[in-house]
Protein backbone atom coordinates (compact mmCIF):
# COMPACT_ATOMS: atom_id res chain seq x y z
CA UNK A 1 0.00 0.00 0.00
CA UNK A 2 1.32 3.60 -0.58
CA UNK A 3 1.73 6.36 1.99
CA UNK A 4 -1.04 8.23 2.83
CA UNK A 5 -0.13 12.02 1.32
CA UNK A 6 -2.28 15.08 1.62
CA UNK A 7 -2.86 14.90 -2.65
CA UNK A 8 -4.88 11.66 -1.65
CA UNK A 9 -7.15 13.04 1.02
CA UNK A 10 -8.31 16.00 -1.14
CA UNK A 11 -8.40 13.45 -4.07
CA UNK A 12 -10.63 10.87 -1.65
CA UNK A 13 -13.31 13.81 -0.86
CA UNK A 14 -13.25 14.55 -4.87
CA UNK A 15 -13.80 11.32 -5.71
CA UNK A 16 -16.17 11.03 -2.97
CA UNK A 17 -14.42 7.82 -1.31
CA UNK A 18 -14.60 7.75 2.19
CA UNK A 19 -11.27 8.43 4.81
CA UNK A 20 -10.98 5.89 7.39
CA UNK A 21 -9.73 7.07 11.05
CA UNK A 22 -9.04 5.74 13.77
CA UNK A 23 -7.01 6.80 16.78
CA UNK A 24 -3.81 4.58 18.05
CA UNK A 25 -1.44 4.91 20.92
CA UNK A 26 1.57 2.82 20.83
CA UNK A 27 3.42 0.54 18.29
CA UNK A 28 1.36 -2.77 17.91
CA UNK A 29 -2.33 -1.26 17.94
CA UNK A 30 -0.91 1.30 14.99
CA UNK A 31 0.26 -1.58 13.30
CA UNK A 32 -2.90 -3.16 13.58
CA UNK A 33 -4.85 -0.36 11.78
CA UNK A 34 -1.78 0.43 8.95
CA UNK A 35 -2.15 -2.58 8.35
CA UNK A 36 -5.71 -2.88 8.08
CA UNK A 37 -6.28 -0.79 5.43
CA UNK A 38 -6.64 2.40 8.00
CA UNK A 39 -6.28 5.86 6.00
CA UNK A 40 -5.81 8.23 8.68
CA UNK A 41 -4.39 7.26 13.01
CA UNK A 42 -4.47 10.25 15.14
CA UNK A 43 -3.03 10.01 18.13
CA UNK A 44 -5.52 11.64 19.64
CA UNK A 45 -5.29 13.38 23.57
CA UNK A 46 -7.90 11.08 24.16
CA UNK A 47 -5.36 8.97 25.21
CA UNK A 48 -5.88 11.17 28.68
CA UNK A 49 -9.21 9.56 29.08
CA UNK A 50 -8.31 5.84 27.52
CA UNK A 51 -4.77 6.00 28.24
CA UNK A 52 -3.99 7.49 31.50
CA UNK A 53 -7.84 7.01 32.99
CA UNK A 54 -8.39 11.30 33.50
CA UNK A 55 -11.28 12.86 33.58
CA UNK A 56 -10.79 15.03 30.47
CA UNK A 57 -8.25 14.83 28.00
CA UNK A 58 -7.02 18.64 29.77
CA UNK A 59 -4.39 16.92 31.39
CA UNK A 60 -1.80 16.01 28.43
CA UNK A 61 0.83 17.14 27.76
CA UNK A 62 2.99 17.65 24.64
CA UNK A 63 5.82 15.60 25.88
CA UNK A 64 3.13 12.80 26.60
CA UNK A 65 1.54 12.91 23.16
CA UNK A 66 5.29 13.21 21.66
CA UNK A 67 6.13 10.02 23.73
CA UNK A 68 3.14 7.48 22.15
CA UNK A 69 3.36 9.57 18.93
CA UNK A 70 6.80 8.41 18.35
CA UNK A 71 5.66 4.91 19.21
CA UNK A 72 2.78 5.15 16.48
CA UNK A 73 4.78 6.56 13.43
CA UNK A 74 7.65 3.59 14.35
CA UNK A 75 4.87 1.31 13.07
CA UNK A 76 3.15 2.78 10.53
CA UNK A 77 4.15 2.41 6.88
CA UNK A 78 0.84 3.65 4.54
CA UNK A 79 -1.48 5.84 7.34
CA UNK A 80 -1.42 9.25 7.35
CA UNK A 81 -0.57 10.30 11.07
CA UNK A 82 -1.70 12.90 12.61
CA UNK A 83 -1.42 14.10 16.70
CA UNK A 84 -3.36 16.56 18.95
CA UNK A 85 -1.96 19.67 20.09
CA UNK A 86 -2.56 19.40 23.43
CA UNK A 87 -4.77 22.22 25.88
CA UNK A 88 -3.24 25.19 25.45
CA UNK A 89 0.07 24.40 23.63
CA UNK A 90 -1.61 26.71 20.03
CA UNK A 91 -3.40 29.50 22.57
CA UNK A 92 -0.03 31.59 22.89
CA UNK A 93 2.49 33.71 20.09
CA UNK A 94 2.60 32.08 16.90
CA UNK A 95 6.09 31.54 17.91
CA UNK A 96 4.96 29.43 20.80
CA UNK A 97 2.45 27.01 18.44
CA UNK A 98 5.58 26.68 15.67
CA UNK A 99 7.35 25.73 18.52
CA UNK A 100 5.56 23.41 19.91
CA UNK A 101 4.00 21.62 16.35
CA UNK A 102 7.63 21.18 15.17
CA UNK A 103 8.62 19.11 18.40
CA UNK A 104 5.57 16.88 17.40
CA UNK A 105 6.56 16.33 13.87
CA UNK A 106 10.67 16.60 14.44
CA UNK A 107 10.37 14.63 17.49
CA UNK A 108 7.11 12.64 17.52
CA UNK A 109 7.33 12.15 13.14
CA UNK A 110 3.86 12.98 12.49
CA UNK A 111 2.60 13.94 9.39
CA UNK A 112 0.37 16.76 10.65
CA UNK A 113 -1.09 18.13 14.18
CA UNK A 114 -4.78 18.70 15.13
CA UNK A 115 -6.34 21.32 17.11
CA UNK A 116 -9.39 22.30 18.21
CA UNK A 117 -11.78 25.47 17.18
CA UNK A 118 -12.71 27.68 13.93
CA UNK A 119 -11.90 31.10 12.90
CA UNK A 120 -9.97 32.48 16.17
CA UNK A 121 -7.19 30.01 15.13
CA UNK A 122 -7.10 30.44 11.08
CA UNK A 123 -3.55 32.50 11.71
CA UNK A 124 -2.34 29.87 13.69
CA UNK A 125 -3.57 27.12 10.47
CA UNK A 126 -2.08 30.19 8.42
CA UNK A 127 1.60 30.33 10.04
CA UNK A 128 1.91 26.05 10.61
CA UNK A 129 0.79 25.19 7.05
CA UNK A 130 3.44 28.17 5.35
CA UNK A 131 6.49 25.93 7.96
CA UNK A 132 5.26 23.04 6.06
CA UNK A 133 2.63 21.63 9.10
CA UNK A 134 -0.06 20.22 7.47
CA UNK A 135 -3.32 21.12 10.27
CA UNK A 136 -6.71 19.33 11.07
CA UNK A 137 -9.18 20.89 12.35
CA UNK A 138 -11.17 20.17 14.88
CA UNK A 139 -15.21 21.84 15.29
CA UNK A 140 -18.58 20.84 17.74
CA UNK A 141 -17.53 19.11 20.51
CA UNK A 142 -14.45 20.21 21.23
CA UNK A 143 -13.32 18.56 24.31
CA UNK A 144 -10.42 20.91 25.52
CA UNK A 145 -13.24 23.27 26.00
CA UNK A 146 -15.16 20.63 28.41
CA UNK A 147 -15.08 23.58 31.47
CA UNK A 148 -16.48 26.09 28.58
CA UNK A 149 -18.94 23.94 26.77
CA UNK A 150 -20.74 22.24 30.00
CA UNK A 151 -20.24 18.61 29.59
CA UNK A 152 -20.00 16.27 26.55
CA UNK A 153 -23.25 17.38 24.77
CA UNK A 154 -24.28 17.85 20.92
CA UNK A 155 -23.62 20.73 19.09
CA UNK A 156 -24.49 23.25 16.70
CA UNK A 157 -28.42 22.30 17.68
CA UNK A 158 -29.18 26.32 17.08
CA UNK A 159 -29.46 28.05 13.64
CA UNK A 160 -26.80 30.52 15.23
CA UNK A 161 -24.58 28.06 16.02
CA UNK A 162 -24.77 26.29 13.02
CA UNK A 163 -23.77 29.61 11.00
CA UNK A 164 -20.83 29.87 13.14
CA UNK A 165 -19.64 26.43 12.68
CA UNK A 166 -19.92 26.81 8.78
CA UNK A 167 -17.86 30.08 9.19
CA UNK A 168 -15.88 28.38 11.19
CA UNK A 169 -14.92 25.52 8.88
CA UNK A 170 -14.74 28.16 6.19
CA UNK A 171 -11.58 30.26 7.82
CA UNK A 172 -10.31 26.86 8.65
CA UNK A 173 -9.90 25.61 5.14
CA UNK A 174 -9.25 29.43 3.68
CA UNK A 175 -6.02 29.01 5.91
CA UNK A 176 -4.85 26.17 4.73
CA UNK A 177 -6.19 23.41 6.93
CA UNK A 178 -6.30 19.57 5.13
CA UNK A 179 -9.63 18.62 7.25
CA UNK A 180 -11.89 19.12 9.04
CA UNK A 181 -13.25 16.78 12.05
CA UNK A 182 -16.58 17.33 13.13
CA UNK A 183 -17.49 15.87 16.31
CA UNK A 184 -21.02 15.33 18.17
CA UNK A 185 -23.09 17.49 15.95
CA UNK A 186 -26.24 16.55 14.14
CA UNK A 187 -26.29 14.52 10.93
CA UNK A 188 -28.11 17.69 8.97
CA UNK A 189 -25.50 20.38 10.28
CA UNK A 190 -22.77 17.82 9.18
CA UNK A 191 -23.72 17.38 6.00
CA UNK A 192 -24.48 20.81 5.12
CA UNK A 193 -20.87 21.67 6.03
CA UNK A 194 -19.48 18.73 3.97
CA UNK A 195 -21.07 20.42 0.96
CA UNK A 196 -19.96 23.91 1.46
CA UNK A 197 -15.99 22.54 1.86
CA UNK A 198 -13.63 21.67 -0.42
CA UNK A 199 -11.54 19.40 2.07
CA UNK A 200 -12.66 16.39 3.97
CA UNK A 201 -14.36 16.93 6.80
CA UNK A 202 -14.31 13.49 8.98
CA UNK A 203 -16.73 13.12 11.52
CA UNK A 204 -17.36 11.22 15.01
CA UNK A 205 -20.67 11.33 16.12
CA UNK A 206 -21.78 13.06 12.72
CA UNK A 207 -23.82 11.00 11.01
CA UNK A 208 -22.83 9.18 6.81
CA UNK A 209 -22.66 12.51 5.04
CA UNK A 210 -19.28 13.08 6.23
CA UNK A 211 -16.12 12.56 4.09
CA UNK A 212 -14.62 9.97 6.59
CA UNK A 213 -15.34 8.92 9.88
CA UNK A 214 -12.99 8.25 12.56
CA UNK A 215 -13.49 6.06 16.12
CA UNK A 216 -11.72 5.71 19.42
CA UNK A 217 -9.61 2.91 19.59
CA UNK A 218 -10.90 1.67 22.68
CA UNK A 219 -14.16 2.63 21.46
CA UNK A 220 -14.31 1.06 18.68
CA UNK A 221 -13.18 -2.56 20.01
CA UNK A 222 -14.66 -2.03 23.42
CA UNK A 223 -11.34 -2.46 25.41
CA UNK A 224 -13.27 -1.42 28.52
CA UNK A 225 -15.90 -4.20 28.79
CA UNK A 226 -17.96 -2.23 31.43
CA UNK A 227 -17.95 1.08 29.96
CA UNK A 228 -21.25 2.14 28.57
CA UNK A 229 -21.68 1.67 24.71
CA UNK A 230 -21.71 4.98 23.46
CA UNK A 231 -24.57 5.78 20.92
CA UNK A 232 -22.19 6.92 17.98
CA UNK A 233 -20.15 3.95 18.23
CA UNK A 234 -19.63 0.67 16.44
CA UNK A 235 -18.38 -2.12 17.91
CA UNK A 236 -16.49 -4.15 15.54
CA UNK A 237 -14.49 -6.72 18.66
CA UNK A 238 -15.07 -7.55 22.05
CA UNK A 239 -11.25 -6.78 23.01
CA UNK A 240 -11.72 -6.18 26.53
CA UNK A 241 -14.25 -9.26 27.32
CA UNK A 242 -11.86 -11.70 25.06
CA UNK A 243 -8.95 -9.88 27.86
CA UNK A 244 -10.82 -9.87 31.07
CA UNK A 245 -11.60 -13.79 30.17
CA UNK A 246 -8.47 -14.52 29.30
CA UNK A 247 -7.10 -13.68 32.52
CA UNK A 248 -9.92 -15.51 34.36
CA UNK A 249 -8.57 -18.34 32.73
CA UNK A 250 -4.86 -18.19 33.56
CA UNK A 251 -5.37 -17.27 37.42
CA UNK A 252 -7.69 -20.35 37.24
CA UNK A 253 -5.14 -22.48 35.22
CA UNK A 254 -2.48 -21.18 38.03
CA UNK A 255 -4.35 -22.32 40.93
CA UNK A 256 -5.26 -25.98 39.94
CA UNK A 257 -2.00 -26.74 38.45
CA UNK A 258 -2.89 -26.87 34.76
CA UNK A 259 -0.54 -24.33 33.79
CA UNK A 260 2.32 -25.07 33.04
CA UNK A 261 1.46 -28.37 31.43
CA UNK A 262 4.10 -30.72 29.80
CA UNK A 263 4.34 -28.39 26.39
CA UNK A 264 5.23 -25.39 28.27
CA UNK A 265 8.62 -26.72 30.24
CA UNK A 266 12.33 -27.55 29.14
CA UNK A 267 13.71 -31.36 30.17
CA UNK A 268 16.92 -31.77 31.43
CA UNK A 269 18.92 -34.22 30.04
CA UNK A 270 20.16 -37.51 31.76
CA UNK A 271 23.72 -35.69 32.72
CA UNK A 272 21.71 -32.91 34.64
CA UNK A 273 19.23 -35.12 36.18
CA UNK A 274 21.86 -37.39 37.87
CA UNK A 275 23.46 -34.14 39.25
CA UNK A 276 19.73 -33.21 40.49
CA UNK A 277 18.80 -36.13 42.30
CA UNK A 278 21.44 -38.26 42.80
O1 LIG B 1 -8.55 12.75 20.78
C1 LIG B 1 -9.32 12.15 19.99
O2 LIG B 1 -9.48 10.91 20.03
C2 LIG B 1 -10.04 12.94 19.00
C3 LIG B 1 -11.02 12.24 18.13
C4 LIG B 1 -12.24 11.92 18.90
C5 LIG B 1 -11.34 13.02 16.92
O3 LIG B 1 -9.82 14.12 18.94
NA1 LIG C 1 -8.61 14.98 20.62
Known amino acids: RKPVTTVKLQKMKASNEP ?3 VTAYDFLSAR ?6 VDMILVGDSLGNVIQGQESTLPVTLDEIIYH ?10 AFVIADMPFMTYHGSLDHTLHNAGRIMRE ?3 KGIKLE ?5 APAVKALTLAGVPVIGHLGLTPQSVHVIGGYRVQGKNSEQARKMLKDAKALQE ?3 IAVVLELITEELAEWITNQLSIPTIGIGAGASCDGQVLVFHDMLAYDPDDRRKKFVKVYAEVGRAIRDGFGDYVNDVKSRK ?6 GFKGDNEVLQYLYG
Open 19 to 21: IAM
Open 32 to 37: LADEAG
Open 69 to 78: TKMVTRAVKS
Open 108 to 110: GLA
Open 117 to 121: GGEEL
Open 175 to 177: AGA
Open 259 to 264: FPSESH
